[in-house]
Every structure is written in C-alpha cells, then in structure tokens.
C-alpha cells in the first residue's frame, strides 16, 4: 500500500509541471480511428468563440497559448478534447459515437460495424457501464445485455456474480460464458472492471460458434483500455472510491426477551442468563476502498498503456475481506510504416484474504445460538456448549486462520503483419499462469480442540495451472464497389496444465505454527492425518475459418466453420466440427424505405450456429486403475489399498452439441433517437454428457459419463434504448432489456446402452430434513420444486398435505411417493431498466433490475420458523399461527415454504458532479460521485434478498434456493472520485 | 493476390514450424497424458498385486454394515430392538428412520437400496477379477488361481446372501462380459445359486484361519451356508434343519473356533484376536474407515466420556419393552448397552444420564430428550475415539453356530440337547450366578417374555398382546439377548413370525405386513432396467 502512495505522489508532481505563457501554432490533422480524414470537423479552444474546421485531408492549423483545451467534435463521432501543452502537431483520431451505426462491435478473432452484423451480439461501451463500487466485469453490465443474467448471490468480497446466458445448456459442463480478455481466455475478475473499454456478448451460436467448443454458454469479450494514441499525448487517470456496506437484511431471530417471555409460558427453552444478538456479534459495517490508476503515454507509433488498481474490500462478516492488486502494462509499437504492429501485455494480479472462521456455515451457528447466552464463559474462554452441530459463531472467527493468496500472471504478446492492403497476419501466444495457496489452522480455542480433542488442525493446499495458448491468424478484406468481403482463416493451440497438493495434520504441540510447521502435528504420524496431490493436462487444437459479405450494407451474410479437438474425448471422437452462418437484411436500405427519414436501420438477422460442449473434467474415456485406500480391505493380517478400475470406461465418450436458430430485427429509428434490437431464439443440446445411472451389474460402478439426452432453450430477447433528450445541456438516455426463457428437458437416453432415465433428483436439504428439494424430469423444465404440498394444519399443528390422489391427509400418512411439483427456481422473464441524465456538469444515473415467474425455497423459514425445535434459536415468527394453528409438526421439506420471488431492485443510483476543466489547474477531467448498491427491492418475498438464490454449482439443477448457511447480500454506499491529467 | 497466397503460405509455414516446436509433438497431437491414474496399457498385475486386486470385493461390505443408513440400521431400525427417534435437535431426516420402523418404507427408501448396491458393487468387482483370472490378464499359478477364484465365488455368494434375504427376487450375474441388462430370478432360483455356489467352491477354500480373517476361507462358508439353510423356511418354505446341523456340526468338530472367555472381547477394538470369529467385516480407524455405529447412537455429550475426537449425532437406542425383557443378572444387558450415568474422562463428573424411557418415535411432535434411550455400547468405544471405530464386525461367530445347531435340534423335537448348546452359550453371561446360565427344554419351548405391544408416551404398554403366544419365543429372546446390536435381529423376527404380527414400541403389524418381509426393488434399478418388476405389495 505504501509503495502506491508513494507512486500516486510521483504521478502528482509530474503533472504539476510549470509551463509559461506563449502563443503557439498547431498543424494537424483529424482522422477517423482507420486513418480516414475527417472533413469538416469542429475544432475550438474552449473558453475562446473561435472555431475552425479540418479541410481536406483532415488538416488543421491555428494559433493558441499553452494550457489551453482543444475541443474537436464532429457528426456521428464521440467529442474530444486534450489540452494543448507546447506541441506543434496533433493527430486527432475521433472515435465512431454510439449511437452511429458504423460503431466497431468486437466479434471474435475481429471486428464488424453495428451496421454489418448478422448475429446476436451485445456491446456494451465503457460509458453505459453500472458506475459505482463494481465488484468485476460482470456487474458492469448487469441489466444491460438482454438474456445475460447476472446476479450476486453472496455478499464476500472474495465471490464473483454468477453469469449465465440464454438459460441453461448442459448438464456436465459449464454453465459459465467463456470469457476473453484481449483474445486469450480469462475470467469475470481479470482485469479491474476500471479498466474495461468495452465488453461484448455473443449471444447467439452463429456469432460464438467461431470459440467452437468452448462457446455454448455464450463468449464475452472484454476489452481493456488502450491509448488511442494522439501525438506525444500523455494522460493520467485516477479513479477512486470509498464505500460503506450494511447488511441488506437481517434474519429477525428471537432475542432474549422473547426467550424469557416464552419459559414464563412454559416453552422449554433455557434461560443462560444474558443477553446477546449473535448476528450483531458477528457482523459489521465495513469500509472499503478502491484506487486505480491509468496511464497512457507514447504517440501514434510508439505506445503504452500502464493501469494499477488496488483494492481493499472488507465483508460484513468479521475478519472477512479480500485485498487485490492488479497490475496491467500494454505496449504497442508499429514499424515499416505500419506494416508490422507489435503488441505485448503483462496482467499481474494477486488477491488476498484472511478471512479467520467467517464462513456460511458460522452464520447458521449465529442463527441458531441462544440469545441468552454468553460470548465467554467464566474462565474468559470461548462459551462452548455441547449440542448437536452447536459452535460458538465468535471462537470459529476468532480461532481459525484462514489465508489464501491467489496470484497470476498473463504474459501475451502478437504480431501483425500487413504485407498488402487488406491482408493481416497474426501471430498471438500467451502464457497464463497462476497458482492459489491457502493455509488453515485451528488454535487450542476452537472447538475442534477444546470440543473435539484434536490439539490444533492445520493444513495447506496449493494449486498451480500453467495455460499456453498460441493462435495463428490471416485475414483478409477486400471492398469494390459497394461490396465488402472479409475472410479469415486460423488455427488455434491451447495446453492446460492443472496441479494440486494438499496436506492435513492435527495433535500439535502448541498452536504458534498456525499452517506453517505442518510436521510439528502428531496425526500423520498415527495415520490419521491427510495427503493429496494431482496433475492434470488437456489440449485444445482447433482450425477456424470465416467469410463475410455485405453489399451496401444492405443485404449480409456471415458463414463460418471451426474443426476442434479435445484430448478429453474418446479416441475415436476426439474431433468435432461447429459451422455457423447467418444473413442480414436492411430493409431500411432499400428505396422504398429510404424516403421515410424516421428510419434509419431496420435490418432482419437470421442465424444458425453449431457449438460444442467439452467435458468438465480429463480422462473420462480412458482404461485406467487406482490403487484406492476406501476400495482396500485387510487381506493376510494386513490393511492394502484396493486396486480398481477408476470408472466405467466410456472410449466413445463425445462432443456435447447445441444447434441454435436466432432471428432477430435491429432498429434505429428518428434520428438514431431511438433504437436497439429483438431476438428469438430456439437452442437445442443433443448429445448430453450427463453422469448417467447405469444398471450395476454388468457395469463395474452404478454411474457412467455418457453422452445421453437432449435439452432444449427458447426465449424471447428485447433491447430497447431511448436517446428521450440529448440537447447539449439536458441528456436522458433510457434503456431496457428483457429476456424470456423457457427450458425443457427433452430425454435422458442412451441407445449405445440402451438406457432411459426418466427423472433425477437435485437439491438437498441439509440435515436434520435430508432429502432432495428439486426433480429434474424428462419432458419438464430444470429447476422445478419437488415437494410435499401442504394445504392445511390440524388441530394438533401437523401438516395436512394433498397426496398423490389429490386428497388431503395428514403428513404422518404421506410418503415420500406423494411429493409432488411446486413452482420453479428459474425467472421466465429478467428485466432491466437504465436510466442516465446530464443537466450541465451534474450526472444522476439509476438502474433497475427485476425477475418474475419463479419460486424460491426459503431455507432459514425452512428450518427457523418452527417451534419444534427448542435447541436452536427459531425466527420471531416461528410461533405465529400457520393456517390458524401454531406448528408442532417436525422439521420437514414441505412447499409452504416455497415463495413467490418475483422482484423489482433499484439496484444503481449514482449522482456525479464534473468540475470546469482546469478548475484545478493541470487536471483535465475533475469528477466526484455518490453512488449506492442493491438500495431497495419491492417484492412479496419473505427472506433476505430474493436474488440471493445461487445458479451454479451444487445449484445448478436445484435453482433458487436461499440457502439457511450463506454469506448474505449487502447494500453499498459509495463515495468516489474521477480526475484525469 | 500471388503475393497474398505466398503471405498465407509462408504463415502457416511458420505456425506449423512454431507448434511444432512448442508443443513437441505435432500441430494435432490430442494424446491425452495420464499423471494421477494408472493406464491399463502400463501396469501388468501379477501374483504379488493379489491381495490389492481382491481387497475392492470386501471393501464394499465395510461402508455396507455400519456405515452410514447401512445394513445395520436395515436390520436392527425395521426390528424390535432400536429405533432412531426425533432428537431435541429436530433431527427427524424426512421420517426416513420412522419409515423404517413402522415398514412403511417406499421404493425409494434409501437403508435398502444401500444394500442392494453394495452388494452388488461387491459382486461386479468379483466377476470382473475372475474374468481377469480366467482370461489371463491378471496370470496366476494354476493352484493359486483356483484358491483365488473359489474365494471369489464364496464372497460373491455372501453378496448375493444378502439380498436373497432383503430384496428376495433379484438378478444374477455372473460374466463380467455379458453387458445384457440382466433377468431378474425368483428367490427361489437366487436360493439354489447360492447353495450351488458355496457348495461347489468348498472344497478349493482355504482352511486356515488366522491368515484368512476378515475372507471367505471354508468356514465362513459353512457357516453362510448353515446361516441360509436355518431360514430355507422362509426363502422357499423348505425345512433344512438337517443341513444346518451338519453344517454347524463340521465347524464345532474342527476344532478352530471356541467361545471366547469374556463376551465384551467378541466386539473390542481388538476383536480381529477373538478366538470366536468365524467371518468379520474387519475395520481401521486409519485404514478401514465405515465403522460408526457409536457416533449415530451416542449424544454429542457422550464425547467428554470418551475424550472422542469427533462430536457423536445422537440418535439410536434401545426399545425399552426389549430392554425389560432382560434378567437383571444377564451381564449382556450391560455389556450390550450404555446405561446410567456416564462420566467425563477428565473431571469424573457426571456428563450424561442415560434412562431406559423414550417417549416416542417421533412425527407426531414427541422429541426424545438428548439421554433418552439405553445406547449401543456393544463395540467398545476406545478412549480418544475418532469418527472411525476399530472394531471388527463379527458377521459369523461361534456362538452363533452353537445357536443355529440349537435352533434347529429344538425345531425337530431335541429341546434338550438344544437347552444344553443355549446354556453353554449362556454361561459367561452369569458368571456370578451361574445357576442361571442354565435352561432347560421345557424353557425353550415357552413363549417369548417380550411384552408386545403399543408404548404410549408415558411408558404404558396398550394393545396389550405380549409374547406368549411365540412359538420358541424364548429362544427368540435367547437369540435377542445374545445377538442384541448384531445386525440380524430383522431376520430372526421374520423367522418366528414377530415381524408379520407383532406390534412394538410405535410399530403396528403393516397393513400388507407379509409383503414387508421383503425390501421392495429399488425404484432407480428399475427405472434403469426394464426387465426389472416389482416386488409383490409395493405396485
């Protein structure tokens, strides 16, 4: 932290640099960002009433003093502006505004205009993303991409949101969009969402079937900031900001009062004598910061973008916090006249947490807690007490040391040779390479010692992953008389490498080594202590080619093909090949339409795309044994490992493949004033890798990967953007998105094996209910509820539930034969709503967010709104009536508490105030904001955040859950701080 | 454009050239390498490998007998002895172990579809060694090979035992190579398999004892054997009295096996040197984990009396109605079951209390207090016990075969010399008043002293129908006192014909109560093989 300061201190002093009073003059010229002269532009001193135009070529040349701010701005262009410090030539490049229609979209291995593409594909640029304390680039454009669902499911600093395109499409495999951070793959937390230009989505299979294999959950490209070089220009960015989180909601659990309320009316609670709120305990109010600092300096042929951001989050939990440096140097160089273009990138990044015992699990042991008992107990140690799954929530926080550092480095570098016009060759390697390492340790406090006699645990993992990729690509572009071709042609060659090491041990003599002297520990000794390590490769070869054509961008289309290889597929399946093409049409164009001046764009796409899903895991498909210590038994007076087959072995196991048709209608209507897009598309998964229940005998193990089963998506896409006003002094931009999405599961077969499974169970609840709480069935959508119903309670305060016949009988009679479905965990639609305004040198922004049509297990009414149970603590409301009598029933997973969960949130709202330009002197750009996060959610639903149910995972077929042990969301309040020099 | 196609060209050149170097192989080499599996291609088994590649057959009976929901609960939680009732801590778990005591299980109970694929688990593993022997793949000695292969026929036989007697009407396979979906066979026909196979295969297994513990060696066959023919009865309504005789009688004429002096010794954490175990399902707290009947039955403040380092769950115990059967001078009633006060192994104050009484099984919103119940005491907890016992389960004991002689002897009108076999095994029982070790005859042909019948929450028995009316009943309780915690106790019940008619604690006799003496087919079997069909009673 001290080395940034000092560094922030530097930065300072160089920009305060002395400069004297003279009248210069400056040539120049303005181009667009291909080089293109830009004829007619505006150029003005600000301040000054004087105003030029560029010529032709783009030139320039008038008088000014140093200091003084050069504005040039010009139609269908972003304004721009740079103070003028001495020089005597400038190269203004103007970027392409949003709104035109010539914006660059980034399509994967290239870029299209918004006019040329055929295919599904969102952007999103650095000036609509969510402002504010952003966890990463996912909540930059959350609510902004219609069908990419983006939620933040948990409140630790540490998680990432949980992204999830167009529903869910595979069983094994991942759910997670591939990510790509300047053409090499990453994830959601590579780059500080500071330093993002723009993020792309590719939504639909024909634009991501060109990521082959690795697409079908959609690809995100994410483009990080690059010095668009203007001559000898040199520019400072700080961003900083610093934010306040509360819980978003607490649990209201009974206090003490209301224990001692309920023994005087003879309920068997224990009265322990004191009072404590066990949440308030474990919680805080937490203050964050964040800095990041951007740099970018060189000129046109020479240059280098630097970006430092550091951020210390804490998490509302005590302890729990994670520190983060990311580190990113870009260096650009082009020479024989543009010919050759070099570019290099180094990503550091390291994330840090010590995090103690604050876990889900120390908030359910909050929950439960006593109200009326005590932190500590006489002898001033942690107050134990020894009930069933029942820890102290402090001496878990306190006790336990829980470090974890990841650190990565990305390390790329391309070349570009452009030998003719039109004709790019590239050349692209990098290597990714990271490694997490964590520690963990008990003291003599915590209950695994003073409860569980263990004398300390520690342990240490660790796990390294090296990523090699190198890309090979030839593009080539030709235009002639109002067509337009674009080839490209590739081959791309990726290599994984994935490492573990893990060790346990317990028994140690004094507990001042926390993780750090792991043999000082008795256990591994007795054999009791634990010892893993693995290794793990795999191999991606694919070769790719793409054509495209437009004529007048009026009529388009796009084809292209990626063959692809994965070593973890069965020898004789190893290949699989994803052709995509798509058409464009816009009507807008031809003459009957060009007349109506309202209309500007109204192109009708049309695409099919073809994309793979690889296996989760190496090896699947291969005849290999273990020697296994569970699968041993003691054979001639002495303990063996077992030697087995490590699976059923599948060597035709295959690609997964999803067959997408996406038809969409892009508009631009009234002067650009009002436009965006709609798309439907169907999705069908065939070829399922699915862990598949196989009968046990014949085979070996009562499961098998194969490739069994269809699953099919559909929905209904909408983005809709209003520019309301965009006078120079009030601008109102709106927008809204929404998604619909409707899965279906088609079958779980295999003809191969001559196998159908009709259903299978998803969810658990945790002990002390232990059963599953969804059903995924054959012919129904993923996600549903899976529950007895209950439509009554007697007399006695049992359940009445309705029964397989339908008739209403008391739960004691029921089976789990009679559970039947309830509801859904999955939204059908997903709406988000944006809103910006400019009125002079203020900025006030707010997003809103919302889901509807599904269902969300309330887990902590699930198990604490019951008075069974007088060893735990219950909610306040555990004793009210449910239907006109009070619980004596168990604890069971009943659909009672099942809720609808539809929600609106205010998710964003942000207030910004840019000062004058050199209001200080030498700062360009001066902008202050408040901003605040999840501010307030309009639902019916009774829990702690109806958002706060998790898709991934353990959770991928048991959709909306809130979990009872959980990191619970927060809100965020946020003061920050933008100046450029 | 030539000089376009010649850039092309000379790219691709280089690439190839580059991949070529980076990757070692070549630009499409999809090989995948292997770092943390052993490939077959790799690693040629021969004689010295054995023991690991036979080891995986009785591995699976480990995590069947006393693990989690296993065959011990199966047993003992659908019998008359124990019950798992809701704990203070609303551990109820979906009514799972109430199903179990009132047999309203349903084919998607869990207790007996772990059975059925354990032992099957049990079984594939055995086909495919023998395969392996038999093709050669794992080449062995010709003498070693069929002492190997008759060791794996007899722990197959063991498996399929199992469900002969809990799922009746099951599949049998035997090639590895046959990757049919496999007929289901009546019980009659698993029944004939299993005699055949033990049959067959005796005269290749080894006798020895002390290098064969925890295998399947010629006694532990008979024993099976003895333990089938005992309930050919209730298999397929056949009498084989004889045949378990002289069953019983070639395991008490060789002369390996004895009772061991003290009963606690059959089941201590070093049980494997009883003198009394025929066959046991041996477990390590290192090496052989599955043993953890103590952390289901003991309260989590039990851990203070034993300095555990792991916290017990709290669950099972004794049904009282069977605990006052015992006589009070019957040294098993305490070497059996946790009772009284217990006390911390550090302070010597007293850590828990445990009492006879439960209120109920639970549901109707009865919780059991946290020291309701007698516990499990039965496998000795050892001081600083972690979640894993050491003690062995011994499957097949002596006096166990001196039982089954009994059983049948008094079964075909010998009462007497039956009485001379029970007191026999009586007699350790009743050190300190060994007048009462011993029975007579006329005792064994009495009714049982069990007082059948509905407990109500204060403790009272209604429904009053006792045990007298028990053919053999107080052999039955003979079998209970001696075998309480065992594992068998549903299978014996069946046998006398309690488990069809007698009511219990909160268990009434079924509606379709003789159905229920069968496991019904797990649903997921059948879903996943259509030859499958259900057992009677559970359509």
Redesign the interface.
Known sequence: MKRIIILLLLLWNVCFSIYAQQRLRLNGKVTDSTGEPIVGATLSIEGHNEQYSSTVGGTFSFEYDKGDKLLVSSVGYLPFSVVLDGQSTLHVQLQASAEALDEVVVIGYGTQTRGEITSSIASVKSEDFTKGAVKDAGQLIQGKVAGLRISTPSGDPGESSQVNLRGLNSINGSQNPLVIIDGIPGDLNTVAPEDIESIDVLKDGSAAAIYGTRATAGVILVTTRRNTATDNRTTIEYNGYTSLQTLFRKPEMMDASDYRRLIADGVSYDDLGTETNWIDEVTRNPLSHNHNVTLFGGNSRTNFTGAINYRDWEGVFLKSGQERLNVRTNLHHEMFEGKLKTNMQLISRSAKSNNGGSSPYMWRQAIIRNPTDQLYNEHGKWQERDAYFYDNPLGMIHETIDDRIFRETRLSGSLDYRPVEGLSLKMLLSRVQNNNLSGNATTFNHVNTTKNNLNGTASRDTRAATENLMELTANYTKSFDGHKIDMLGGYSWQDDTFEQFYAYNFDFPTDNYTYNKLEAGAAIQRGLGEMTSYKENRKLIGFFARVAYNYKEKYMAMASIRREGSSTFGENNKWGSFPAISLGWDIAKEDFLAAIGEINQLKLRTGFGVTGTIASASYMSQTSYNFERAQGAYINGKWVPGFVPTRNFNPDLRWERKHEYNVGLDFSLFDNRVYGSFDYYTRQVKDLLYQFNVPSPPYLYPNMMLNAGEMSNAGFEALVNVDAFRESNFKWKTGITVATNKNKLINLSNDQFNVTVPFFEAGYTGEPIQIATHRVEVGRAVGDFYVLKTVGVDDDGKWLIENKEGETIPISDSSPDDRQYYGNGIPDVNLGWNNSFHYKNIDFSFNFRGSFGHQVLNMTRLYYENPINKAYNALKTAYDPVYGQTLTNDLVYVSHYIEDADFLKLDNVTLGYTFKPNAIKGVQNLRMYASGFNLMTITGYKGLDPEAASYQGDFTFAPGIEHRDRYPTTRMFTVGLNVTF | MK??YK??YS??L??VG??GF??VNS???????????????D?K?GER?L?????????SF?SLMFGWQGYFDLQEESADHIITP???????????YR?MHQH?W???QWQPYNTW?QA??S???A??IIMQIEEDTLPLPADVASAAIAELRAARALAYYLLLDNHGNV?I?TD?R?????EQKTREEVYRFVVNELTEVVPFLSEEV??M???MNVWAAKALLAKIYLNAQVYIGEQQWEKVIAETEDIIQSGAFRLDIAYKDVFSSTN?SSPEIIFAV?Y??????GNQLHMKTLS??S??VY?????P??GNCAVPQFIDTYDQDDQRLFDSWLQGAQYNATTGDVAITYVKEVPGI????T?AADNAGYRLGKYAIKN?A?NNLDNDYPMFRYADILMMKAEALLRTGRENEAALLVSEVRERAFKPVPDKALVTGAELLKGSMYNYGWQEKDGTVNGNNGGADIEFGRFLDELGWEFAGEARRRQDIIRFGVFQTKSWFNHRPHARAQSRTLFPIPN??I???PKLDQNPGYE
């Open positions: 000089r376009i850039s092309i790219t691709i280089v690439g580059l991949c980076l990757s630009c499409t080499n999809l090989d995948e390498e292997v770092f943390s599996e052993v490939l077959s291609k690693f088994p490998d023991p690991s590649i036979v080891a995986p057959v009785y591995a480990r809701v704990r203070p801590n609303g551990w109820d778990d979906a009514g799972t199903r309203n349903t084919t998607i694929q099957y688990s079984i594939t593993k086909n495919m599949p396979v590895y046959d990757v049919e979906l496999p002390a290098s513990y925890g295998r494997e041996p390590d707290e290192v090496y052989g984990h989590p403040l851990r203070l300095n555990m380092a792991a916290g769950w709290g639970g549901g109707d919103g919780v600083g972690t997921d079997e879903n996943k093989n």
